[in-house]
């Protein structure tokens, strides 16, 4: 078995483990493989595996390995945006990604719509939400949350789907799941809300390698794992 499967199994080991512990069905939380900075290669391995979806942080990079992986046959992968998005960097996500996880502005939200092709299906989008309140950390503070949501659920060629949030690495599982459950609280109260438009709303995406049983304790739906899975990442050149 090579690293990667190794690290696959290990990664889906983790979850299930996790959801177990918490009372949880591990058919209810996801695996988003980060694969920034790792090759088309590296992808292609963990795909054969099973694994569909992947996130890219670097839009050129990502979509560059889209394209590859494209023509090398590999057409039924998922690929979400996991990065920040500038407004002059829309057209790259709308028309090659199939996820937009960090929307947290209205401007961005609107371009996206205006951009994505008609021949696509809509693309699917979370709101980054800022749980710590970091200066500069990107996501729209939980208090704005509902109204952005209420925009963006009326944009013809976007589909709002969830909420996403990054926090900041925390010491201990308790503090982890504590910072996790500020995203679910926002997550419920955009659903409890009912926003027309947002029929769809079942996506929490919460943790990473280090943190990820104390996200799916506190509900994540999907874990976002890159070195967890991949190993030591690579120097960007």
């Known amino acids: 078995m090579t690293t990667i499967a190794c690290k696959f199994q290990e990664v889906r080991t983790r979850i299930d483990a996790a959801c177990r512990a918490v009372g949880r069905d591990p058919c209810e939380v996801g695996l988003l493989a980060v694969s920034k900075t790792f090759s088309a290669d590296c992808v292609a391995q963990v795909a054969r595996l099973g694994q569909q979806a992947f996130g890219e942080n670097y839009l050129q990079e990502g979509v560059d390995k889209i394209a590859q992986l494209r023509a090398a046959g590999w057409t039924s992968l998922v690929w979400h945006c996991i990065g920040p998005v500038q407004a002059n960097k829309t057209r790259l996500v709308a028309e090659h ?24 299906a809509p693309l699917q989008v979370c709101i980054q939400v800022n749980v710590d309140g970091g200066a500069n950390k990107a996501g729209v503070a939980p208090d704005e949350a509902l109204a952005l949501a209420r925009v963006v659920a009326q944009l013809p060629r976007l589909c709002l789907r969830g909420v996403m949030s990054i926090p900041e690495p925390a010491p201990d599982f308790d503090t982890q799941r504590a910072l996790h459950l500020r995203a679910r609280k926002v997550f419920d109260e955009i659903r409890a809300a009912a926003v027309p438009g947002c029929e769809r709303f079942d ?3 919460l943790g990473m390698t280090g943190d990820l049983e104390a996200a799916i304790a506190a509900g994540s739906t999907l874990v976002r794992v890159g070195s967890g899975l991949f190993g030591t990442r690579p120097q960007r050149a």
């Open 97 to 120: 990604f199939d996820w937009l996880q960090t929307l947290d502005r209205e401007k961005i939200a609107r371009r996206l719509a205006d951009q994505r092709p008609a021949q696509l």
């Open 203 to 205: 996506t929490l995406s």
